[in-house]
């Protein structure tokens, strides 16, 4: 082995399993060398998850970021030669409705986001595979794509490390453990390891179920938590001998058990003439924290390795016997069998980028095989331009907050998230029950007397609707459908619908305390922020106003959407509760790497917003102001912030609207929030939930959400929240953004939809929740632009005073015509709507006001 070198340019912790491999690969691709690698173990990993791992990948999920990286991840391995594409199946057993309900939902996901998965009947799942009673099955889903890595993950982690080694762009060293980073200044300068310091510009944790150990090092930790993954084996199994097959049937997933079953080919192959049959804990998860953690010379197994109780998988697996008998004709391998640990996340997403705390320090942890190499890709493009050709805001380390890197937070949300694992009929709302309460408004105790329904996002708890409203539905009821389908109504209040008409009709107040809020202030905080922004920030016009703006990356695309306020001495940014956390981490890279002499300081829980609006709006809020004249349409200009009182309370009013209605943003200090509250109550106003706020009247006016309508795939153009002038200074992405605005048109424009007919086969109406794809009616195709982005819906909502479901969705240019016929998919039948508007246009405005901004 060669002599340990005493610098690099990265190091890669984590070397040898299929994470640690892949972004060496692909950092090697992207032109970096002098990269050094070490891992714990051997390289390949023989103590790691991908040592053990099952090894299969199915390419469909309900989010697309994580079917692409599956499929480029699944094209990779083939193109090496290591995947077998025996396809996969799913299977809803007789009298599971609601599986097959979850699978037709998966199908529509697949015809979103590009991957090819079909509902198949109990024939021909019989025919694909033979082990299944077909009696006990009522339909499945066929995914063509599904397959192996052959003969292992591991192999191809080992190959791809000799392939850099070859190339001279990698060292690597097994057996070589990370004690230490070493960090000056807020930047990572190396590492201490068991062979001695190496000092290095970048280090890579891939260290898998080590990872938050490592993170333990930088002072941070990753929400993320190795949990038990019972796999058993029973055999002999013959029917593939003399094939050199290392699988022969397709994949099964009988998810309904939260069970998956394969064979394991050949029994002259690695592991072959077996049934493997994997289950996952949906009651009684088992997780471990890294730091009790075997080392490998004390453990009976492996480190990533603990012993299979019996009692752990009897029940499912007796119902496993029923579906396919054969488990219960062969022979249990009991020293094959083992719990093989495995990660889950507090939110469904791995910890990737770069820490919060220290330059330079980059995470890639809790990442499965199927995303491997798609997720090493993401990591090498992000460490090199900066950006993802794919928007990579749900797995950005950067999108946590304080609180949710807390280790009982952790313990509590992953244990959750490990209850559904395999079970992936979430709801697009469902709520977590365990994390909760962490943050409240000051009224908190006010709204639980009103009956709040809470929900919760950033760790605020909101509610969605209020019970003491349940009268407005005598007066309101008959323009508030009743949602008959179950899932369409769950985690949904009608109550929220009669708010709306209210609101819309009178006046409303709305708890808005998830804003993220930060101030950025120092001798360079117009500039740092005329550079960020799309918008122009810089002159003394704009001191005491609020700019509506958007963050551009380098190629012109929309990285965020948010509020500046000008004040006399910082800049105060009003973000959402969702992209908050990363927006700020964000200003303080820029603001490092631009050498703008500036602080950014998170003041979120220092400060509370509420929302009054309605044509009623200014005659109520008169009714409390000390000024009330001050408000007055000529000495209130739309958009402009004016200090008021209220209560005794020092108030900061800023008339914009969010829902269409005119009305106002109050902002104040927390210890004041109660005051403000109680005196807008004394009014008679309606307390209205954020559902209004957030969906409906959002949507009713068309207005765009970041991380769902807004995304690093599209430009701001493409979003139609381009400004009529690109501003004279200079910003990020502006280039690009003029680029775009001298196209003779867009390749794709952000249109709003409506459902023109929402009534099922069953004589049911419905009301979407979550994606759709939108197809062209005369093919029955999704649509896809020249880009070759596909068409489905970003957001969807029921509008009470028009009376039909929303939609905003990216069209491909040449679909871009109001009054444009197309079809929607939802859990497996095609609902026909209607183009209402191409870019930005209410389908609602009362005031006729312009967007936020």
């Given amino acids: 082995m060669a002599e340990f070198p005493a610098k690099a340019r990265v190091v890669i912790i984590g070397l040898g399993g299929i994470v640690g491999a892949s972004v060496a690969h692909h950092l090697i691709e992207r032109g970096w060398d002098d990269i050094v690698g070490i891992d714990k173990s051997g390289i390949p990993t023989d103590v790691g998850s991908t040592a ?74 019989k025919e694909k595979f033979p082990l299944i009673e077909e009696s006990l099955v009522q339909g499945g889903m066929w995914d063509p794509d599904a397959g192996l890595v052959i003969p292992r993950s591991q192999t191809v982690a080992g190959k791809l490390v000799d392939q850099g080694v070859a190339a001279g762009k990698l060292q690597a060293f097994a057996n070589t453990s990370a004690k230490s980073l070493i960090i000056e200044n807020g930047r990572i300068k190396g590492v201490e390891t068991t062979r001695g310091r190496i000092m290095a510009d970048y280090v890579v944790v891939c260290a898998g179920i080590w990872g938050r150990l490592i993170a333990e090092m930088a002072g941070e930790d990753l929400p993320v938590m190795p949990i038990d993954h019972p796999l058993t084996f029973f055999g002999p199994y013959t029917e593939f001998a003399g094939t050199g097959k290392e699988i022969g049937w397709p994949l099964l ?27 996952y804990e949906e009651t009684n998860p088992r997780l471990v924290h890294p730091r009790d953690l075997l080392e490998k010379d004390q453990a009976r197994l492996s480190p990533s390795q603990r012993d299979l109780d019996m009692e752990q998988i009897l029940a499912p697996l007796e119902r496993a016997m029923e579906l396919t008998p054969i488990l219960g004709e062969l022979g249990y391998n009991e020293s094959h069998s083992f719990n093989g640990l495995l990660q889950v996340t507090t939110d469904g997403g791995p910890s990737m980028g770069e820490s919060q705390k220290v330059r330079g320090l980059w995470y890639a942890v809790g990442i ?49 998230t490990a209850m559904k694992v395999y079970n992936p009929a979430v709801h697009p709302r469902e709520p977590f029950s365990k994390g909760r309460n962490v943050r409240r408004s000051p009224f908190y105790e006010r709204e639980k007397e009103l009956g709040g329904h809470f929900m919760e996002l950033g760790g605020w708890e909101r509610a969605h609707g209020y019970a003491a409203n349940e009268h407005l539905l005598k007066e309101y009821g008959d ?46 905080h117009v500039a740092l922020m005329e550079w960020l922004c799309a918008a122009k920030i810089g002159g003394d016009a704009n001191v005491g106003k609020g700019i509506y703006t958007h963050f551009l990356d380098d190629e012109g695309m929309v990285r965020a959407d948010l509020t500046v306020i000008r004040m006399a001495d910082r800049c105060r940014i009003i973000d959402g509760a969702d992209a908050g956390p990363r927006d700020f981490n964000y200003v303080k890279r820029v603001a490092e790497d631009k050498g703008f002499d500036v602080t950014v300081t998170d003041v979120t829980e220092k400060y509370i917003t509420i929302g009054i609006w309605g044509p009623n709006a200014r005659t109520t809020l008169q009714k409390v102001v000390e000024d009330p004249a001050g408000l007055s349409l000529e000495n209130f200009p739309f958009a402009a912030i ?211 901004s």
């Fill in 642 to 852: 004016k200090p008021i009182r209220i209560a005794g309370k020092d108030v900061s009013a800023f008339r914009l609207s969010y829902v269409g209605e005119q009305g106002w943003e109050l902002h104040m200090r927390y210890e004041d929030g109660l005051a403000v509250w109680d005196a807008l109550r004394s009014t008679g106003v309606t307390p209205v939930g954020v559902e209004t706020y957030a969906n409906s009247r959002r949507m009713e006016k068309s207005l765009r959400l970041q991380n769902a309508d807004l995304l690093t795939e599209y430009n701001l153009y493409e979003a139609d929240l381009a400004r009529p002038k690109v501003k004279e200074a200079d910003f990020r992405g502006k280039a690009k953004h003029q680029e775009y605005r001298a196209r003779d048109h867009q390749p794709a424009m952000l249109c709003t939809l409506v459902m023109t007919d929402n009534v099922d086969s069953k004589g049911v109406a419905r009301y979407p929740v979550g994606i759709m794809p939108v197809m062209d009616p005369a093919t029955g195709e999704t649509l896809v632009d020249e880009l070759g982005r596909r068409s489905f819906t970003s957001s969807v909502a029921y509008g009470p005073t028009l009376g039909k479901n929303i939609a905003l969705a990216y069209l491909p240019w040449a679909y871009c015509q109001e009054g444009r016929k197309l079809n929607v998919e939802y859990f497996g039948e095609t609902y026909p709507v209607e183009v209402a508007a191409i870019g930005y246009k209410p389908l609602y405005d009362p005031q006729n006001l312009k967007p936020r």
């Fill in 52 to 125: 053990h791992a099952s090894d299969f990948c199915y390419m469909t999920s309900h989010d697309f970021l994580s079917c692409w990286t599956t499929l480029y991840s699944v094209d990779f391995y083939e193109k090496m030669g290591h995947y077998a594409r025996v396809g996969g199946l799913e299977v809803a057993r007789v009298g599971d409705d609601g599986r097959m309900d979850e699978i037709k939902r998966k199908v529509a996901s697949a015809k979103a986001f590009g991957t090819n998965a079909r509902l198949v009947g109990p024939a021909e799942i």
């Fill in 479 to 524: 323009r508030v459908p009743v949602r008959e389908n179950e899932w369409d109504n769950r985690h949904f209040w009608r109550v929220s619908n009669a708010e709306h008409l209210k609101l819309s009709e009178d006046c409303g107040i709305i708890n808005l305390s998830h804003f993220y809020i930060f101030d950025v202030e120092g001798p360079d």
């Fill in 368 to 416: 499965w095989v199927k995303d491997g190499p798609g997720m090493g890709k993401l990591i090498a493009d992000w460490m090199t331009d900066g950006r993802t050709a794919i928007d990579h805001h749900a797995i950005d380390y950067a999108r946590f907050n304080p609180h949710q890197m807390n280790e009982q937070h952790i313990w509590d949300r992953c244990t959750e």
């Fill in 253 to 279: 997933r009988d998810q309904g058990n939260s069970a998956y079953m394969r064979d394991t080919g050949d029994p002259k192959t690695a592991e072959g003439g077996q049934i493997e049959w994997g289950y």
